[in-house]
């Protein structure tokens, strides 16, 4: 069932939350061993949040709009008293004291959370090779990566687990696990949903959002999530439309949608170009119609510039695991000593890699040549985003350059591992929100996604364009014979 079901058979006391909850555990239980999708389950305390939702089922009090649907979240994400590890030895037994306000949200709707999902360390990489515990596997070919960094999330939902879960995107993390694992996956836009107990990564990019295995689901869910939080500076207050409000349309007639001219000659796979022909065709028989964009600066200095960028904020963010404040805290001489021990041991590779580079770009003498040109070319993608929106209603854009890798293909070679997101990260720079979703499969059985780019608070587009698609394809498959 979805959340939508779920909701509703819950609310008509058709089904008890605790029912479904103890589904998902059991689906989780039947198929977790091989996946290694959830770092650190919550079981108990799952069933007593489904009891307390029946509870109030009894008592003819309101359960919330997302009432009895589980859902697991991206171990970023603070939830008070229990682990919050970011996948990294730094974090290993670190209990936040709060909850992150997205996890209130979902809790106060009546969601229930089943568990923390794996992710690459910090949300740093493209595979969720890089968590310090252990990597995922992709649910349709678990020789292959699940994508990432919220790779746990994406996997999760692909089975089955729940029909919701939480990541974070800095550069593509919720939308290049959502095309590997074959969901939905949506990167609002930036301000939309609160950052309030995330731990940071790069601030000026992370978004929160979420996944899922129907286009209502993700509507369903941002209603809950994009709440205003006066405790994020960077939270918008603007006012929120009812996402669900934009479904239900028989047609996208007016709709014009955006094709980057200069994407047509970067090396795609050939699988990912037939799936965009795909969606052209169906989102054409819809009644939307085409026109050529341009976006030159994009695809050639949107790489460099996030990877200028998000490692110097990385290495502002994270000096504060210095084994004083909290995390782990190595036995040192001194001082110096200390930080050193601490950092050795508690960052893995790709974390000391992205610190060195950050310290680095923002070092004086290095600062002009590299952080501050990277802040201007910043503003020119952001400025051919706009540009491109005044033609276009939204983008239609290749998720990934390619299909799932197989693991360890891209483990020594950090450029090949960056490069997956090069389709996704010029969003976060621009602050647009993006939408990944299957278009089907490639003839050895891997999931093919396409995304969907809007202009700031474009979500309803988004949503109203992927449901068109999803009425012809169907609802993405549930993997490993699940349903
Ligand atoms: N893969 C990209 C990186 O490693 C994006 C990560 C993310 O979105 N959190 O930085």
Redesign the pocket.
Known sequence: MNAVEIVKAVKDARIPATEITGKAIERIRQVDSEVRALLTPLFERALEKAAEIDRKIEHNQDPGPLAGVPVVVKDNLCMRGLKTTCGSRMLENWCPPYDASVIRFLEEAGAVVLGKTNM?EF????STENSAFFPTANPWDRERVPG???GGSAAAVACGYAPLALG???????R?PAAFCGVYGLKPTYGLVSRFGLVA??SS??QVGPFSRSVEDLALALNVLSRPDPADATSSRRKRPDYTACLGKDDLKGLKVGVVTEFENYPVQPEIREALAKIEAILRGAGAEFVPVSLPATIEAGLPC??IL?PAEASSNLARYDGVRYGISAKAENLMDLYMKTRGLGFGP?VKR?ILTGTYVLSSGYYDAYYLVAQKARIRISREFREAFLHADLLLMPTTPTLPFRKGEHQDDPIQ??L??VF??PV?LAGLPGLSLNAGYSSSGLPVGVQFVGPKWGEETLLAAAEAVERVLGKPACALGGD
Do not use: K
């Open positions: 690459d949300a740093m990489g493209s990432g960094s919220s974070s995107d800095t550069g593509g993390s919720i290049q990564f790069a990019l992370d996030y990877y998000a790709e992205r591992m960056y997956s997101d996704t990260l976060n």
